[in-house]
């Protein structure tokens, strides 16, 4: 998981560290405002802490062992800007003193582990957990899904970024410069080993600390639990003010959502049946594929299933539409909004069930 | 499959807590290694560490961005030219780079010598599976800049203190709280390491036979849980050590390095190389 230096291309670093510089700084300034003079000793201890974690070799079934990350551990324990910037402190001693990762791409490994991982283990943890008792059960299931959520979320990333490598970075003979594998070995590959093994051992680790600290100290829990005395101190509990932060750099990438435009050719293998009939991006196909040129006919399964569903809006620009620019823009609002009315709707089914044990504190 | 790092993995020999304890143990030799390297009389150890950090960085940076197989051999050589006039042995790079890269990269490298497609070279005796020129050069690219940047690192790393690495980033507008911040934790990630090898060999210590695998997992879990809440504890006593010292939230460091003719000299020798690099390969 740790992605050692050479394995990613200088541009795609460079797009890593772009991507994560945003997270890193909103999570610095939130968790700033919160712990204010603790917040040096407070991080270093806490990152130290996700740095030993990251060395236990946890016995899975079936025999085997395998390194678990913590990434579920520490945004259970810390939520999700703390344990951004406690996972990224640690990426940086593992990398610059341990040699675990490279130097380079730093920011790729933080993009995975760091903050995607955790991002998606913590909305496991909240929507699975919802406003159960911080000593139910159903917290410790939800921790441990949410481990194996998160790392095998942080391992696809890793997945896609050494799969694009060859269809983008190639010399002049066609031999890929970087990580060789196109996406269709890169994914598997390693999600083969997520899916099982360290999926395992993320789950085993999130889950077992969570059950751990419910019979010990269960007040380490309370940080990211809503439970039924909501603490009027946690972002959740202020609505809008709590995650404006969040909503305009939501915002932000709506707007700048027609930048996908700028971009050359066609993306990999997300080809059309009307594409292999068009000579034009035939040849963009071969040129991406590594020479390999595409089926002469359309596919017959791609024929048969293109038919089936038809997009409300194509090429992600509706018909009335007649700027790409807007369209793109139009599209981002109208997938984000339902996204957040699905979640919004989970959110209420899960909430509307009373806990069980409620009402005996 | 282990992946690859300076430090050196268990040798997967024992029981579970063995192995958890030697993994440990392993992290803590690196570190007192890496101190003892850093006060030896060498060249790198010379240098002003913001040279060796900008100069080390630039290098792995062009190793990953030149396109030349060549150019890509010569800066390897180059290190380990630079480990040889700085008292860091070839076995010692071996054997903390070389091998660990080899066994990890080297085994995801090796199938790309049959998967990418291209000008079959030849076909393997028994398997007739194609060997291609593309394949071979993704493969030697791949483990060349791993081992190239990887062997740039450790030196870094091998002769340069922790302490002045870290003041050394100050040169390159690290922020001084992070810097403050990767100075504690890498204190506190060997105060950990000790505390978790003590807890475990207690608990070995009171173990008459193997523990089954629920049990392990239990004792893994209940380990890492107890090291979290000493983490807690231990912040808020850090917290309350630091403002007894007169800390208010403002970390100050204090700068004592100075530029010699030797070190001007190593900035412009990195930028050469960096230069006649990508000038080759253009």
Sequence with gaps: MHIPDGYLSPSTCAVAYAAAVPFWYVALKRVQRLLQSRLVPVLAVVSAFCFVIMMFNLPIPGGTTAHAVGIGVAVVVLGPSAAILAISIALMIQALFFGDGGVTTYGANCLNMAIVGPLVAYVCYRLIAARAPIEAPRRVVGAAIAGYVGINAAALLAALEFGIQPLLFHDAGGAPLYAPYPLSVAVPAMMLAHLTMAGAAEAIITGGVVAYLQRANPDLLRSTAITSDVSPDLPAARGWYGVRQLWIGVGALMVLSPLGLIAAGIAWGEWGAEDFQDPAVRAQIAHASSNVAPPAHVPQGLAHLSTIWHAPMPNYVPAFMQSANLGYILSAVVGTGLIVLVLSGLSWLLGRRPPSGAGQA | ?282
């Design chain 2, 1 to 282: 499959m282990a992946e690859q790092s300076f430090v050196r993995h268990g040798r997967h020999r024992g029981n579970f807590l063995d192995r958890l304890a030697d993994g440990l143990a392993h992290a803590v030799d690196h570190a007192l290694e890496a101190d003892d390297l850093s006060r030896r009389d060498g060249l790198l150890q010379r240098l002003d560490p913001r040279v060796k950090l900008g100069g080390v960085f630039g290098l792995i940076l062009v190793a990953v961005f030149v396109k030349s197989l060549a150019v890509l051999a010569a800066l390897f050589w180059l290190a380990v030219g630079l480990a040889a006039v700085s008292r860091v042995g070839p076995w010692r790079l071996a054997r903390q780079v070389w091998i660990g890269v080899l066994a990890f990269t080297g085994l995801i490298a090796l199938p790309a010598v049959f998967l990418v497609p291209g000008d079959v070279l030849f076909n393997l005796p028994v398997l007739s599976w194609p060997v291609t020129l593309q394949g071979v050069r993704s493969a030697a690219f791949l483990l060349g800049r791993s081992e190239t940047a990887a062997t740039y690192a450790l030196l870094l790393v091998l002769t340069t203190s922790w302490p002045h690495l870290l003041k050394a980033m100050r040169a390159f507008r690290v922020p001084t709280v992070l810097i403050v911040i990767f100075g504690l934790t890498h204190r506190y990630v060997f105060v950990f390491l000790r505390v978790a090898t003590q807890m475990l060999e207690a608990r070995r210590s009171r173990l008459v036979g193997p523990l089954a695998p629920r049990d392990r997992r239990r004792l893994a879990t209940a380990t890492a849980g107890v090291l979290l809440t000493r983490a807690f504890d231990m912040s808020t006593e850090v917290h309350l050590a630091m403002v007894s010292r007169g800390y208010r939230g403002e970390p100050r460091l204090l700068d004592e390095f100075r530029m010699r003719p030797l070190d001007w000299a190593a900035v412009a020798g990195s930028i050469a190389v960096a230069a006649m690099a990508l000038w080759w390969q253009a």
